[in-house]
């Protein structure tokens, strides 16, 4: 499944349904929709809300795909680079409340995933999520 | 998809925020408009997420948010009914230290026990 969307924070129910849609035809447990879900939400709003430094309308690309028992999620951007890879992982010892803000979607997606990769192509974010279906058997 | 706010007084200084639906980017911004008029007169507040099934980090910055607002002066704010999504979210995040969160009813009622005991008259 590939669709684009808008940076616009309305977008991301469609977002939820093409999810949901792909999760069904795929016969993706709930548990594993929901954190791809989850996932996208995280990296699409803080591409949304942080990408750009103009007002401008941008298009973001997302793909999903099933491989040999591996959900991947391909994200591409025309944002500021950002590579969610060097985000520092946050202080979990410390109470949230005394936690930079930021950095806790980054954080939820890194646990979430099995795996990400991330380059800078161009102008481009490249954002690659990787997630095994196999936990659910 | 959407997000249900229904707030209800308990004691004077207590709000009961009873929640249904999604607690995500879109939604969140929505409740913490709402949660600023309500902490304008609240001390503690008590989230009901028995109907949310799904909570991202927009959703728990803006709990983290009263709680901070309302630690400030003396208050606090808890969490009742984490369906099993959200309490993943809650466990992975570790906000579990900062933010009372209920094991069954009668932890709750003791809050709002406490809640209405608390309130000043």
């Not at chain 1, 879900?37 to 809300?49: F, G, T, V, Y």
């Amino acid at each position: 499944v590939e669709f684009t969307l808008k940076n616009d924070l309305a977008e991301l129910d469609r977002v939820t349904q093409r999810v949901n849609e792909f999760g069904t035809r795929q016969r993706l447990g709930p548990q594993l929709l929901h954190d791809l879900d989850l996932a996208l939400e995280e990296i699409l709003a803080n591409i949304i809300s942080h990408g750009y430094t103009d007002i401008c309308e941008h298009e973001i690309r997302v793909r999903l795909s099933v491989h040999s028992g591996e959900v991947r999620i391909d994200v591409e951007d025309d944002g500021q680079p950002f590579n969610p890879l060097d985000a520092p992982a946050p202080d979990t010892a410390k109470p949230l409340a005394e936690r930079p803000v930021g950095g806790l979607g980054i954080h939820l997606v890194r646990q979430l995933m099995d795996g990400l990769e991330y380059k800078r192509q161009g102008d481009r974010n490249l954002l690659t999520m990787k997630k095994t279906t196999m936990r659910e058997l | 998809m959407g997000l249900e706010i229904e707030v209800t007084e308990v004691g004077r200084g207590g709000r009961f925020v009873g929640l249904r639906g999604r607690l995500d980017a879109q939604t969140a911004p929505i409740l913490d408009q709402r949660l600023d008029e309500v902490l304008e007169s609240a001390t503690a507040l008590l989230f009901d997420l028995a109907g949310v099934e799904y909570i991202s980090s927009a959703g728990i910055r803006v709990m983290v948010k009263a709680r901070k607002a309302l630690e400030a002066r003396g208050g606090g704010v808890a969490i009742a009914h984490a369906q099993p999504p959200v309490r993943r979210v809650l466990d992975i995040l570790k906000a579990l230290p900062s933010i009372d969160i209920f094991a069954d009813d009668a932890e709750m009622d003791a809050y709002i026990e406490r809640m209405q005991r608390q309130a000043p008259s």
